[in-house]
């Protein structure tokens, strides 16, 4: 099928590893089902030095206590015990058949050991690797056609690489324009409501300041009132919104992981990102409306009725 329709399919590899086990890393141990499936956040997968060495062409003497990890998902102690046995780790920076053939929602921990544990079942990995350099759509219909032509047996599994990439690249993208609206028309609603009240404040407030000058209160000062008391009214919500999303967001974070989204770095950078950019077009509407109160109140300059008042 890839001759037939002009795909290069470069390697095919066929290897074994334990089948995945689901649980939790808690202090230097993994221990699985800790109260139930809603505990889990980790796959655990082991996978022989042999055929580590045979998918890389890499060898790797390792001690009886010594494995190779590779966790891009989740930090991972340098010891860990899984079972009865106690491995020191040496971290991995890529490996390149270290999937998880199950698609948990829970990150992958690939452990490279010198034997596999005779008490964990194994599950038989046949993967292929083809030419990337192609169109998206011929992509598709290449992997759509493999997948419509090769017969699965029982307790099976296919998946293909494109086919995945272009249904999380529309879920996401459709999550993020939809989040994108709200966001805009929350802030657009909220910029609009605090403009439009302080100028009705500054309606209300301008035979106040009237007086306050006829009295003596100098145009400076009398900016200065004003950008104190509007700069009250525009941090209390940014305030209280900084406060909900930094209580929020390990919440936050929980939901972004059923989605397949483990990196919590970058979701602080985006989420920090995200608040900066809000805070500058939250000021920027502070600066405008401070401007536009300072004119309202000036249209109210003292005259000699205001000062016999």
Known sequence: MADQQGVAVRRVADYSITVPQYGKIT?????????????????????????????????????????????PGQAVPSRLKVGETTYHLHRLAHFKWGIDPTHSIFPPIYLVVN????????????????QRALPTTKKLAFEQSVTAALPMADNS??????TIKTFLNGLTGGMIFVGFL?????????????????LTEGLADRHRFVT????????????????????AVFL???????????????????????????????????TVGVAVLLLVIYLSVYAVTTRLYQRVVASGQPTDRDVVR
């Open 27 to 71: 202090g230097a141990k993994f221990s699985t089902q800790l109260g139930g499936a809603a505990s889990n956040t980790a796959t655990l997968i082991l996978i022989s030095r042999q055929t580590y060495q045979r998918l890389t062409h890499h060898p790797v003497p390792l001690a009886a206590n010594q494995a190779l990890v590779y966790s």
């Open 115 to 130: 034997q596999l544990p005779a008490q964990l079942p194994q599950l038989r990995v046949q993967a292929f690797d083809y």
């Open 157 to 162: 599994y296919l998946s293909m690489r494109q």
């Open 182 to 198: 709200i966001s805009l028309a929350m802030l657009v609603t909220t910029a609009i409501v605090i403009y439009f009240k302080q």
């Open 212 to 231: 306050m000058q006829a009295v003596g209160l100098t145009p400076l000062e009398t900016a200065a009132a004003i950008r104190t008391q509007v700069l």
């Open 236 to 270: 209390l919500p940014v305030g209280g919104a900084l406060l909900n999303l930094a209580v929020a967001f390990p919440g936050i974070r929980k939901i972004l992981k059923l989605f397949s989204m483990y990196d919590g770095w970058l979701e602080l950078k985006i």
